[in-house]
């Protein structure tokens, strides 16, 4: 057989496709001491071993096939992929809203890359459409490629050159902007920009995919879909983050930048609301506030930006028998904030005590959030709390972590005065602070308790 059909196969797994008879792009059914499974081999990747075959089986997914485990592969057709989406130039309607999407990246913006197996950030903006063109119904859409990085690259440079595309496109008189953007540091740049954005005049709509566009179990349309809608009709002028609400295609939901978290690997319906209810939910035929209080879209088309950012910043995880040293380290690299995320009502073991001590005399703000995600830092309560805030740890209510790590570093780019720094953390922007929780704001079901059983069955999840 011609060795080009076999696309980078060698070794171990050449030889097994070579006995079968199969070939890269072929659609198999290949039989396993492990089941029987259906799909089309792909490529090798360069980076992977000899002894597995990668099959993309028709849920989407990839799998690796150990060739040991192989008893036979049949092929049932072939035809090869093309994963490249060509690029349209986007049309212009009358009457519908002028909205900017800024791609950063991520998988909404991305394809299978099958030299390596990854994914990877490959489509334009421009091939966005190619793949939705719904979009077209929605908006007219201006797009601009600002990164082309994983989500987990993104950083204070990034979040500085987005606030800067975003006051240039307000000031040109766009009605809403949409930025694309990997999933696992989404919240982040939320954040980020909730803080370095100030009162926007529109919405700002943050909006990722879990699931790759070549996948059929793809998020990437629809999310794309009603993060335009939302950009373009919506009244609630926030920085929001717009993903699916339940794992199904009904509606997405709006989170404000400041209170939202990724809180699973995979799932579509990833992102919650944390302490609060989100702001509303969209479909691509309009938005349902949940909220009765948000910022109201204007058309004064001004705004104002703190674009900074220190990156002398950290975040401290508090585990059992966790000891100084590590503070110390911190101390000694110069860093000039610390988040601590404690235990249960914001707490850390008398070990630390030195390195807080020492801390708070060499002028490092310490700040305390808890791990248990929901519910309120209460350093009052117990002796540990108390003493702790005599040496310097300043209780941050009930801001998610990753948030008061954000408003850290950008309180510490504008300031390093430690009574300022205190105020403008202590001072609730953007609901990052809320003087309650809701009831509704705390709901984590246990399975296989029969009431939850019942819920479950009769509603979606």
Same mark, same amino acid.
């Given at each position: 057989?011609?060795?080009?059909?076999?696309?980078?196969?060698?070794?171990?797994?050449?030889?097994t496709?070579?006995?079968?008879?199969?070939?890269?792009?072929a659609?198999?059914?290949?039989?396993?001491?492990?089941?029987?499974?259906?799909?089309?081999?792909?490529?090798?990747?360069?980076?992977?071993?000899?002894?597995h075959?990668?099959?993309?089986?028709?849920?989407?997914?990839?799998v690796?096939?150990?060739?040991?485990?192989?008893?036979?592969?049949?092929e049932?057709?072939?035809?090869?992929?093309?994963?490249?989406?060509?690029?349209?130039?986007?049309?212009?309607?009358?009457?519908?809203p002028?909205?900017?999407?800024?791609g950063?990246?991520?998988?909404?913006a991305?394809?299978?890359?099958?030299?390596?197996?990854?994914?990877?950030?490959?489509?334009?903006?421009?091939?966005?459409?190619?793949?939705?063109?719904?979009?077209?119904?929605?908006?007219?859409?201006d797009t601009?490629?600002?990164?082309?990085?994983?989500?987990?690259n993104?950083?204070?440079?990034q979040?500085?050159?987005?606030?800067?595309?975003?006051?240039?496109?307000i000031?040109?008189?766009?009605?809403?902007?949409?930025?694309?953007?990997?999933?696992?540091?989404?919240q982040?740049?939320?954040?980020?920009?909730?803080?370095?954005i100030i009162?926007?005049?529109?919405? +700002? !709509?943050?909006? %990722?995919?879990?699931?790759?566009?070549?996948?059929?179990?793809?998020?990437? @349309? =629809?999310?794309?879909?009603?993060a335009?809608y939302?950009a373009?009709?919506?009244?609630?002028?926030?920085?929001?983050?717009?993903?699916f609400g339940?794992?199904?295609d009904?509606?997405?939901?709006?989170?404000r930048?400041?209170?939202?978290?990724?809180?699973?690997?995979?799932?579509?319906?990833?992102?919650r609301?944390?302490?609060?209810?989100?702001?509303?939910?969209?479909?691509?035929?309009?938005?349902?506030?949940?909220?009765?209080?948000?910022?109201?879209?204007?058309?004064?088309m001004?705004?104002?930006?703190?674009?900074?950012?220190?990156?002398k910043?950290?975040?401290?995880?508090?585990?059992?028998?966790?000891?100084?040293?590590?503070?110390?380290?911190m101390?000694?690299?110069?860093?000039?904030? +610390? !988040?601590?995320? %404690?235990?249960?009502?914001?707490?850390?073991?008398?070990?630390l005590?030195? @390195? =807080?001590e020492?801390?708070?005399?060499?002028?490092?703000?310490?700040?305390?959030?808890?791990?248990?995600?929901?519910?309120?830092?209460?350093?009052?309560?117990?002796?540990?709390?108390r003493?702790?805030?005599?040496?310097?740890?300043?209780?941050?209510?009930?801001?998610?972590?990753?948030?008061?790590?954000i408003?850290l570093?950008?309180?510490?780019?504008?300031?390093?005065?430690?009574?300022?720094?205190?105020?403008?953390m202590?001072?609730?922007?953007?609901?990052?602070?809320?003087?309650?929780?809701?009831y509704?704001g705390y709901?984590?079901?246990?399975?296989?308790?029969?009431?939850?059983?019942?819920?479950?069955?009769?509603v979606?999840?």
């Amino acid at each position: 057989m011609n060795e080009d059909i076999f696309q980078g196969y060698k070794g171990k797994a050449l030889a097994t496709l070579k006995k079968y008879g199969a070939r890269v792009w072929a659609q198999v059914e290949a039989e396993t001491s492990r089941g029987k499974f259906e799909g089309t081999i792909l490529p090798r990747a360069e980076n992977t071993d000899d002894e597995h075959i990668v099959l993309k089986i028709i849920t989407g997914y990839n799998v690796g096939l150990d060739i040991n485990t192989i008893t036979n592969i049949r092929e049932t057709g072939y035809k090869k992929a093309n994963y490249q989406i060509p690029e349209k130039a986007f049309p212009v309607t009358k009457g519908l809203p002028h909205v900017k999407l800024f791609g950063t990246g991520g998988t909404i913006a991305s394809r299978l890359d099958y030299r390596t197996g990854a994914v990877i950030p490959a489509f334009s903006p421009g091939e966005l459409y190619g793949a939705v063109p719904e979009l077209a119904e929605i908006c007219n859409l201006d797009t601009e490629k600002v990164f082309a990085v994983f989500s987990e690259n993104m950083g204070p440079k990034q979040y500085i050159s987005l606030a800067h595309a975003i006051k240039k496109e307000i000031e040109k008189g766009i009605d809403g902007i949409v930025i694309g953007h990997g999933t696992d540091t989404l919240q982040h740049t939320a954040a980020a920009l909730s803080y370095m954005i100030i009162n926007p005049p529109i919405p +700002i !709509v943050l909006v %990722g995919s879990q699931r790759s566009s070549d996948r059929p179990s793809s998020d990437a @349309a =629809l999310n794309l879909m009603h993060a335009m809608y939302t950009a373009g009709n919506s009244d609630i002028a926030e920085v929001m983050v717009c993903m699916f609400g339940p794992t199904s295609d009904e509606y997405a939901l709006l989170h404000r930048g400041t209170r939202v978290r990724k809180m699973h690997s995979s799932y579509r319906s990833t992102f919650r609301t944390i302490g609060d209810i989100p702001v509303a939910s969209v479909t691509r035929k309009g938005v349902i506030p949940m909220k009765k209080e948000y910022n109201h879209r204007r058309k004064e088309m001004e705004v104002e930006i703190k674009p900074f950012f220190s990156d002398k910043v950290t975040m401290l995880y508090y585990y059992t028998g966790m000891k100084p040293d590590i503070m110390h380290s911190m101390i000694d690299q110069g860093y000039k904030g +610390i !988040v601590i995320i %404690g235990t249960g009502l914001g707490h850390v073991n008398t070990e630390l005590y030195p @390195a =807080l001590e020492r801390a708070q005399k060499e002028g490092v703000n310490v700040f305390m959030t808890v791990q248990t995600i929901w519910g309120y830092v209460h350093m009052f309560v117990y002796d540990t709390g108390r003493d702790m805030m005599a040496k310097g740890v300043v209780p941050l209510a009930n801001m998610l972590p990753e948030t008061a790590y954000i408003k850290l570093g950008w309180t510490l780019g504008q300031t390093e005065n430690p009574e300022k720094v205190k105020e403008i953390m202590l001072t609730p922007m953007n609901s990052d602070i809320t003087e309650r929780e809701p009831y509704n704001g705390y709901l984590v079901y246990q399975g296989g308790v029969p009431e939850v059983e019942e819920f479950i069955r009769k509603v979606h999840k």
